[in-house]
Structures are given as structure tokens and as C-alpha cells.
């Protein structure tokens, strides 16, 4: 049927129209016969409110159909909504819902800002074929997953031909950034290329992952391979680390339990700490009475070797005897027996005796204090008699530790 003149019933229709065809022939076609390139023919749901406002309904197109108990049911609808309806800046919104598990659900969002799939977040998932592979893409959403060549989180290990061979696997809940996977053994896992030329590799063999060319660059070392840097000083076992060089001429390992190691398998350094610490002025034989108006020192610990400065200002001192002593150090020194460890050359100023000047600090073995000499070829010991208020002393040293 073609209606070419509008019946009075259409002009003034208040019920509705309803078109019934008995057959699957088109129920009804909209047809220009313009020549031009404009657009048409065109239909307009058009809702003329007197008062727009935001979130009025401009229209609904639905997909009707019947259940199992003869309910007439929309499996699916398009609507449209006003967003804004302000003048010179009107925002609209248009949204596709599908029916699931008897409730209509948003699949795709299109407002003003953004454009959603699954705005109601149920688990549906979104996949993208290409021309041979039904995943090329999948935002799996019971996984909380993007996949890429990948129908799932099991497709992670070798022999789950998914094509493309090369995963991807990003997810929202910080657990893993991505995963590069082969579908493969041993082998490339990453290329990096120039002009179609390699200029770095990323690669996986029996457990190791080595990134760069060749023999050089960054090697990440499993625990269980036979070239695995192990038994460093102190540890019996096995270190995971990151190595620079090649498996016979590695010049620096990055240990994942802690520590560096340059060249050898003997220096594995694992031990570095700075901090203050307070010198304290005492005496060998007999303490005395002491305020320092000033007493503040530093170190710095970069494995068996300690670095530290201080200074000291006497206000008032009274009573002790014996060889002046320094106690207080951050770390006990190493026990030598045979010899004691020199520490310093100290500037002392402002003594009772002697010329103000350098004196010699050791270290007592195996001790958190330091001794002090007379600058002289007697060895003798600067007595803490020497020093009296306004007596002052800074010394830079560095010493071994067991």
C-alpha cells in the first residue's frame, strides 16, 4: 500500500497509528525522490515540551516480542534524553539497552562526555574479531581483564594456539600490568626495530629473560639456572637477580633479595645506611664530670666501611683521669689484636697543656670509642686533664667493621 494522501483520520489521530502486514513483506518504507545530495528522506521523533528540561525522554524506538507466558516484552530499545536543553549549549544523551536475565541493561552510553560500554556493570564482556582470529581483542569483564589474541586468563602458557600468538593482559585490580606471552618454547618474546633491522630483543630461555642483543644488555635470572651467580659470601643459596653483561663476563648483578655486586662473585654489597649519632667525652681510667655545649656527629655505612665526622664543644669539665676517649660511634669496630686501627687526625683547640693542634685518635679494638694520642713519635696519651672549658675537637674518620 502507498499513501499519497494523508485520510482525515490522520490529521487529527489521537489513538496512535498501527500498521499490519500478514506476511514478512516491509511494513512500512519512507522514500525521497530527490535529486539532490541532502539529506532524505529523514524521520524525526520530535518531543515538542513547552518546558524542556534536563533528563526528559525525547523518544524510544523498541523491539518488541513475546515470552514463554505470552507477555509482550521489549528484548531490546534505543532512547534518546535531554542532558542540557539551555540555550546555545544543549548536551543530549542516546542509549542502546538489551534485555538480560529479564532486566533491561545498558550496552552502549553516548552523553555528552563519554562514550560506555556497560554502563551498568554487569558481566558482559566486549570482543573484537579480526579476519582470523574470533579474540583479538576481549575486555573480559568477570576477569576485570583485557585480553589481546587471548579468549581468557588460562591462555598464558605454551601450547594454546590463539592467534595472534602474542598476548597481552592489562587488569583494573593492580595485580599484573601486562603479560607477553608465546605460544611457543624458548624464543623472542619482544622485538624492538629500526628500519626493519633488530636493535633490541626482549627473550625468554629455560626460565631467564634477557632484553637487549646478543650477549648484552639486561639478563633476568631464574633462581634454578645452572649460570645463576650463587654462593656469595654469607648465603649458600640461590639469588634471582638482574645482570648486565654477558653469562661469562657479567659486571654488575642487581640482586632481588637485596644487594649489588660488581664483577666477582666475592663483593656482593648488600649493606648501606647513613644517620647521626652523638659524640660523648669520657676518659680510659676514670670518667669525668662533662656538658658539652655542642656534640653532634655523622656516618655514612656502605657495607664493612664506616665514614664518620663529629664535633664537640666543652662547657664545663671536672674530675677523671686517664688517656682522653670518644665514645659513642655508631658501629663497633673490627678486631685487629695485633695492632690498634688508626681513625683520625683531629684538630684540638683551647687545651690546658701542649700545643693546640692535631692529635691522633685510634680506635679501641672492637669498640665504640676512639683514644687519643699526642701528635709526637713517644706514643703518649693525651690525658683528659688537658682539657677544660672551651676545649673543642672535630675530627673526619673512617674505620672497618667486622
Known amino acids: 500500500m502507498a499513501l499519497t494522501t494523508a485520510p482525515v483520520e490522520l490529521i487529527t489521530l489521537d489513538d496512535g497509528v498501527t500498521i499490519t502486514v500478514d506476511d514478512n513483506s516491509t511494513t512500512l518504507t519512507l522514500k525521497s525522490t530527490d535529486t539532490d545530495a541532502n539529506v532524505g528522506p529523514r524521520m524525526d521523533l520530535t518531543r515538542d515540551s513547552s518546558s524542556p528540561a534536563a533528563s526528559d525522554s525525547l523518544g524510544q524506538i523498541r523491539f518488541m516480542g513475546e515470552d514463554a507466558g505470552d507477555n509482550s516484552i521489549s528484548y531490546a530499545h534505543m532512547t534518546s534524553f535531554i542532558v542540557d536543553p539551555t540555550d546555545g549549549s544543549e548536551d543530549g544523551k542516546f542509549e542502546i539497552d538489551v534485555r538480560k536475565a529479564g532486566t533491561q541493561r545498558s550496552r552502549l552510553l553516548l552523553d555528552e562526555n563519554e562514550t560506555v560500554f556497560n554502563n551498568e556493570q554487569q558481566d558482559i564482556d566486549f570482543r573484537v574479531e579480526s579476519d582470523s582470529s574470533a579474540y583479538l581483542i576481549l575486555a573480559d569483564a568477570g576477569d576485570n581483564a583485557v585480553y589481546i589474541g587471548k579468549s581468557d586468563s588460562t591462555q598464558n602458557t605454551a601450547g594454546t594456539a590463539i592467534s595472534p600468538t602474542l598476548g597481552v593482559r592489562a587488569t583494573v585490580d593492580q595485580n599484573a600490568v601486562g603479560i607477553f606471552n608465546r605460544t611457543t618454547d624458548d624464543g623472542n618474546v619482544l ?74 662473585r666475592s663483593n656482593k654489597l648488600d649493606d648501606y645506611e647513613e644517620g647521626a649519632w652523638t659524640p660523648v667525652l669520657t676518659a680510659a681510667t676514670s670518667a669525668p664530670t662533662v656538658s658539652l655545649t655542642h656534640a653532634s656527629g655523622y656516618y655514612i655505612k656502605i657495607g664493612s666501611l664506616v665514614y664518620v665526622r663529629f664535633g664537640m664543644y666543652v662547657g664545663s669539665i ?85
Open 318 to 402: 671536672s674530675g677523671g683521669s686517664g688517656a682522653v676517649r670518644i665514645s659513642g660511634l655508631p658501629f663497633a669496630g673490627k678486631t685487629y689484636s695485633s695492632y690498634r686501627q688508626p681513625a683520625a687526625l683531629a684538630n684540638a683547640q683551647n687545651l690546658t697543656s701542649d700545643p693546640d693542634g692535631p692529635v691522633i685518635l685510634y680506635l679501641v679494638d672492637g669498640d665504640t670509642k676512639l683514644e687519643g694520642r699526642l701528635f709526637n713519635n713517644a706514643d703518649t696519651a693525651l690525658p683528659i686533664s688537658h682539657f677544660q672549658a672551651g676545649s673543642w675537637c672535630i675530627a673526619n674518620l673512617s674505620y672497618d667493621v667486622s
Open 191 to 264: 622485538l624492538l626495530r629500526k628500519d626493519g633491522v633488530t636493535v633490541g630483543q626482549m627473550a625468554a630461555k629455560d626460565g631467564d629473560v634477557t632484553v637487549g642483543t646478543g650477549d648484552t644488555g639486561f639478563r633476568f635470572i631464574d633462581g634454578s639456572d645452572a649460570i645463576t651467580p650463587h654462593d656469595i659470601s654469607n648465603n649458600t643459596g640461590r639469588d634471582n637477580a638482574v645482570s648486565l653483561g654477558t653469562s661469562g663476563a657479567r659486571f654488575l648483578n642487581l640482586f632481588m633479595n637485596g644487594g649489588i655486586q660488581f664483577g666477582s
